[in-house]
Nanobody
Framework: QVQLVESGGGLVQAGGSLRLSCAAS????????MGWYRQAPGKQRELVAR???????NYADSVKGRFTISRDNAKNTVYLEMNSLKPEDTAVYYC???????????WGKGTLVTVSS
């Protein structure tokens, strides 16, 4: 089992920045990819960014050039640096981890990001 705890959400004005953190614990060795998803009110959960064990990354088109995902393996933590935030970035952001063999997905409880115009 893997446990994920997010932190760093909050209220920010448009154009501002926030950094989200996700600390993983438990069976860390079983994780292949970690990432961030978000869900806005009335919308489906969507992938924001993902980083694999080898370091490769994926980003949603809507955040490319503004968000950066990174990981600190020593701390078992993944970060999402969010710059030039827009009101449409407002959502609950969830940390996600995927088991390397079973592809089971683990989720954090989420952290709310609110961007005011």
């Amino acid at each position: 089992q893997v446990q994920l705890v997010e932190s760093g959400g909050g209220l920010v004005q448009a154009g501002g920045s926030l950094r989200l953190s996700c600390a993983a614990s438990g069976s860390i060795f079983s994780i292949n990819a970690m990432g961030w998803y978000r869900q806005a009110p009335g919308k489906q959960r969507e992938l924001v960014a993902r980083i694999f064990t080898i370091g490769s990354t994926n980003y949603a088109d809507s955040v490319k050039g503004r968000f950066t995902i990174s990981r600190d393996n020593a701390k078992n933590t993944v970060y999402l640096e969010m710059n030039s935030l827009k009101p449409e970035d407002t959502a609950v952001y969830y940390c996600n981890a995927v088991h390397r063999y079973t592809f089971e997905a683990y989720w954090g409880k989420g952290t709310l990001v609110t961007v005011s115009s």
